[in-house]
């Protein structure tokens, strides 16, 4: 059964950084895009960040380009978000996600994490 599962969330004061790891198990990735979205109560799932199979092709939402970068282990299994100059809008939880194509929307993903929660004081 394929799962997901994200860590590294916590609390952080604005301006710091956090680091989120997804390992991916149960069936195979190496085809799979990924990627992670975060949802703030009251709001959709919005998408962050999204890398290819083969980990060449990235693509962030506005509101983090420029402070957040997305990777992913050769393996294809492990897939990273490095945040940095947190800010208090960026508090959500965090979702990882795998889709047979890069996508951009939460339809186009097939496969979740349970999420992580990332809190950035003021």
């Known amino acids: 059964q394929a799962r997901l599962v994200e860590s590294g969330g916590g609390l952080v004061q604005a301006g710091g950084s956090l680091r989120l790891s997804c390992v991916a198990s149960?069936?195979?990735?190496?085809?799979?895009?990924m990627g992670w979205f975060r949802q703030s109560p009251g709001k959709e799932r919005e998408f962050v960040a999204t890398v290819s199979w083969n980990g060449d092709n990235t693509y962030y939402a506005d509101s983090v380009k420029g402070r957040f970068t997305i990777s992913r282990t050769s393996a294809k299994n492990t897939v990273y978000l490095q945040m940095n100059s947190l800010k208090p809008e960026d508090t959500a939880v965090y979702y990882c996600?795998?889709?047979?194509?890069?996508?951009?929307?939460?339809?186009?993903?097939?496969?979740w994490g349970q999420g992580t929660q990332v809190t950035v004081s003021s």
């Open positions: 996600a795998a889709g047979p194509n890069i996508a951009f929307s939460v339809a186009g993903m097939e496969y």
């Open positions: 149960g069936r195979t990735f190496s085809g799979y895009g």
